[in-house]
């Protein structure tokens, strides 16, 4: 979220200088803002790949603890059932 909103703010900026301007509009009063916008726009995708990524690893690793929990959970039970040896 913070990468989109550092693009709405960088066209605000944008289209403020153009505005500002009038009909002097020159590429180089739109590019400071377009520029903003660009780089949070990729500092936003960069976290969120990370954290994509993040995300699957330690859901991965919870996937492994609680299979090893229910294989145990079952080795357990199957001993309660087993019939007692006199």
């Known amino acids: 979220m913070i ?37 949070t726009t990729v500092a936003g995708l960069v976290v969120g790949i990370m954290a994509y990524f993040g995300y699957n690893y330690l859901v991965a690793r919870i996937d492994k603890i609680v299979y090893k929990m229910e294989s145990y959970t079952i080795e357990f039970m199957d001993l309660l059932h087993e019939p007692a040896n006199k």
């Open 3 to 39: 990468g989109f909103l550092g693009t709405v703010i960088g066209m605000i900026q944008a289209f403020y200088n153009m505005s500002q301007a009038g009909s002097n509009v020159d590429i180089t009063l739109l590019s400071g803002g377009i520029y903003t916008a660009m780089v």
